[in-house]
Nanobody, 122 residues
Framework: VQLVVESGGGLVQPGGSLRLSCTAS????????WAWYRQTPGEGRELVAA????????NYIPSVKGRFTIDTDDAKNTVFLQMDSLRPEETAVYYC???????????????WGQGTQVTVSS
């Protein structure tokens, strides 16, 4: 069974920054594309940023482009999301998962982890 564990969330003021981390179990991390997602109560899970298996292809949703950065440390089985200039509407639980580039809306590396809560509020 493969697992992911997210961390790094917290309470931050509008305009502030957080760096999320997600560590995956097993030995196949480098074979997957990776992505960060977020979910608010009553809403579906939204794909926020994704990085391809080669680590060269990267996509962001328009609202976070220029403010969020996704990257990986394959030696540590970890994917990061640097979030700058955070906005209150980005308050959500953030999740990571791995999958196939082009199909990151249906990731299949692991079951969803517990996520990490990000709260943007003054």
């Amino acid at each position: 069974v493969q697992l992911v564990v997210e961390s790094g969330g917290g309470l931050v003021q509008p305009g502030g920054s957080l760096r999320l981390s997600c560590t995956a179990s097993g030995s196949t991390f480098s074979l997957y594309a990776w992505a960060w997602y977020r979910q608010t109560p009553g809403e579906g899970r939204e794909l926020v940023a994704a990085i391809g298996r080669s680590r060269e292809a990267i996509n962001y949703i328009p609202s976070v482009k220029g403010r969020f950065t996704i990257d990986t440390d394959d030696a540590k089985n970890t994917v990061f999301l640097q979030m700058d200039s955070l906005r209150p509407e980005e308050t959500a639980v953030y999740y990571c998962n791995g999958g196939t580039w082009g199909s990151m809306n249906t990731p299949d590396f692991a079951s969803w982890g517990q996520g990490t809560q990000v709260t943007v509020s003054s």
